[in-house]
C-alpha cells in the first residue's frame, strides 16, 4: 500500500500522552465523529485492559463497538480471519472504518492482516498491551496467522495508521508475561539497540514504570530498521537475532509438552547464536560471558533432557525444509554488529544448543 | 508493496509475443532457473488452456508443477486460500518462487491474492484465458475472494509482475463466455476507451482473433486509470459504470434460478445506468439509443417479470447495507464522460430498470 507505506515513519505514539495525540490525528477525529471505529480484543484484554482503555481513550465519546477472539497462538488461524471479515460487516464497517487493536502480538498480528484484507485495506490502530507487543510485534507492520504448523505463513506487510504504547497497560500483565518480554529487549541490548546489558539488567530488577526509556530505545531502533528495509530484503533480518534458534527450541519444548515462553526461548536463543557468533566469527568471549550472565540472572534454566539438542535441531530444519537447506541465523560480526548472510551447519548449531546445556546445568 | 507498485505501469504484454517477452525478464529467468515457478489453474484451464501454455512457453523447460482448483465462483473463499497455502508449501514455494495464474477472472483473483499473502508476498504472473480476463480482471491488480454473499470483501490491491495476454486462448472459449466478455468491452466503449460501438458492433460479429485491437485498447485504457488511481480512491470508479446495477441483476436473476452471465448482466446494468444518465444529468437521447440497439443487437433478453425490479433493488440496497444507504453509480455526464459521484433514488433505479424492461419485452 502507497499510503499505507508513508505511514510508518513516524506513526509510533509513546508514553502517558498517547492517546491524547491520537485524538489530535485528523484521520481518527473523522473516523470518531461517524462512529466508524470497531475494537478488537482477545479475551484476556477485554477483561484486564479494556477497562482502562475506556478510561484513558474513550471518556467522553463511549467505547466503540467490540469484536472479541480468543486470548491464545490458536487464533492465529483463518478460522478467525474469516471470522473477523463477518463481524466487521455485520458491525457495519465500511472502506473508511478505523479497527482498533487492543491486545498483544496474536491481536495486532490478527488484526492488522484483517485490516490488510477487509474490502482490500482498511487503517488500523495498534495499542499493544504486552512488553513484546509494545517493543517488537505492534510495530513494523507484519502482520500474519499461522497456516497449520507453519507460523506466520500467511499475512501482509500492512503498517496501522498509529501505534499507541502507553506504559499503563504493562501493569496488566503478570509477572511471566513482563519476563517474556525481557527476552526481546535481551535482543535489542544484543544487536545495538543503544542501550547496555547492564542498564537492561538495573532496570529489569525495578517496576515496570521504570522500562520507559528502553521501550523508546527499542522502538526507535525498530523503527529504524524497517524505514530502510519494510519488507526484509535484507538489514531487517537483524532483528532475528537469536530467533533461528529461539524459535525451533520454543517448538520443541512445546512438542515435549514442557512450554517455555517465547521470551525465554529467545533469550536461549541468543545464547545459543552469540556462541556461534564466537566460534565463528570471532566475537569476544567476553560479550558471551556478560551475556551469558544476564540469562541466567534473568531466566529460568531450560529443562534440557538427552535428546532436546536432536528435537531442536530437527525443528530448525523442518522449518526451512523449503529453503534448499541452509540455515542462516543472524550472527554477529567480531565487532559486535549484527549480519545476516551467515550460513552454519547442523554440528555448528549443535554445539551452540550444547554450550547452552552446559551452562545451565 | 512498494516494489509491487512500480511495477504495474508497464507490466501488461500482449500479442503473441508476449511470451517470449517473459522469457526476456530477467525476474522469470532467475525463477525459471532455480525450479521456481508454480502454476496454478482451474479445472477447466488446466484441460483446455494448459497443453496449449505448455506449446507455448513451456517447450524448452517442462511444465512447473501445477496446483488445479475447481472451477467456478464458489472457489473465491477462504478454504481455497487455505489449500493454496498448504499446497504452495508442500510444493516447496519460498519468497522467491513466482506464481503463475492460467484462467480466468476466478483464478487471476483467488491466485493474486494467495501471492498477496502467501509468506508476505511473493510475486506472480497473470495469464488469462477469457476475454473478461485480458481485458478487466487479471489487469490492474484487484485480488479477492467472496465472504458468505459478499462479493470480493476480502482481498488486496497487490500487481502482478507481468500479465500476458496471448489471442490464441480466446479460441479455447465457448460462444457464451465470448459473449459475456462482450458486456466489459461495451463498458469500455461507452466510457471512452477510444473505439465506438459501431467499432465494437464490427469486430463481435468477426472472429476473436479481429478483437486484438479492442482488447489493446481496453487494456491501455485500464492502465491509464488504474496507474493514476491504483487504489480506486476516485477516478478508477469509472470502471465500474454498469455494475452497480449490473450486480444486482446477476445476483438477482442467480437469486430465481435464472442465472445470466456476468457480461449480459453489466450490458443491461449499462443500459439503465446510461438511462440513468439522460434522466439526470441530460446526457443525449442518441447515446442511449445507440447503446440500446448494440445491447438488442448482441444480448439475449434478461427474462423480466413482475417483481423483479423490486428483486434487483433489493440486492443494490443489501450490497450498501453498511454505506450510509447512497447508492452511487457511475454516470455519464451530458458530455458522455463518466463521472463517480452521482447520488441517485430508489426511484430513480426503478425507472432504469422500467426502461431497461421495456426495450426488451
Known amino acids: ?48 485492559c479494556l477497562p482502562l482503555l475506556r478510561e484513558l481513550l474513550f471518556t467522553d465519546s463511549g467505547v466503540p463497538p467490540c469484536i472479541t477472539i480468543q486470548a491464545g497462538e490458536e487464533s492465529k488461524c483463518f478460522g478467525t480471519i474469516e471470522y ?86 504493562l501493569e496488566t500483565l503478570p509477572e511471566t508475561e513482563l519476563n517474556s518480554g525481557l527476552g526481546e529487549l535481551f535482543k535489542y541490548a544484543m544487536i545495538g539497540a543503544s542501550f547496555s546489558l547492564k542498564q537492561l539488567h538495573t532496570l529489569a530488577t525495578n517496576t515496570p514504570g521504570a522500562l520507559n526509556d528502553i521501550i523508546s530505545k527499542c522502538v526507535q531502533y525498530k523503527e529504524f530498521i524497517v524505514t530502510k528495509d519494510p519488507e526484509e530484503s535484507g538489514l531487517r533480518k537483524v532483528l532475528n537475532f537469536g530467533h533461528t ?37 570471532d566475537l569476544s568471549h567476553q560479550l558471551l560471558e556478560e551475556a551469558t550472565g544476564f540469562y541466567l540472572d534473568h531466566f529460568q534454566p531450560l529443562p534440557f533432557e538427552g535428546g532436546t539438542e536432536a528435537s531442536v535441531l530437527g525443528f530448525i530444519y523442518q522449518d526451512k525444509k523449503n529453503s534448499k537447506g541452509a540455515i542462516n541465523p543472524v550472527l554477529l560480526d567480531k565487532d559486535g554488529h549484527p549480519e545476516w548472510n551467515s550460513s552454519v551447519t547442523a554440528d555448528d548449531i549443535l554445539h551452540g544448543l550444547r554450550y547452552l546445556s552446559s551452562i545451565t546445568h
Chains 1, 2 share one sequence.
Open 245 to 281: 534458534i529461539g524459535h525451533a527450541i520454543e517448538s520443541s519444548f512445546l512438542d515435549m509438552r514442557l512450554p517455555v515462553t517465547h521470551g525465554a526461548a529467545v533469550a536461549a536463543g541468543i545464547i545459543a547464536e552469540t556462541y556461534l557468533s564466537c566460534h565463528l566469527n
Open 1 to 48: 500500500m502507497m499510503m499505507n507505506q508513508e505511514a510508518y515513519a513516524s506513526n509510533i505514539l509513546t508514553g502517558t500522552t498517547c492517546f491524547g495525540m491520537l485524538q489530535d490525528d485528523p484521520r481518527w477525529q473523522v473516523a470518531a465523529d461517524r462512529n466508524d471505529l470497531i475494537l478488537l480484543c482477545d479475551s484476556n484484554t477485554e477483561k484486564l
Open 84 to 169: 473477523l471479515m463477518r463481524a466487521l460487516d455485520q458491525h457495519g464497517a465500511t472502506r473508511n472504518t478505523i479497527l482498533v487493536n487492543l491486545g498483544g502480538g496474536v491481536v495486532s498480528d490478527i488484526g492488522g492482516f484483517a485490516a490488510s484484507i477487509f474490502k482490500r485495506g482498511i487503517c488500523y490502530v495498534n495499542i499493544p498491551t504486552t512488553l513484546i507487543g509494545q517493543v517488537d510485534a505492534a510495530i513494523g507492520g507484519k502482520t500474519g496467522i499461522n497456516v497449520g504448523h507453519a507460523k506466520n505463513q500467511a499475512g501482509t506487510f500492512y503498517f496501522p495508521i498509529r501505534v499507541c504504547i502507553h506504559p499503563l497497560f
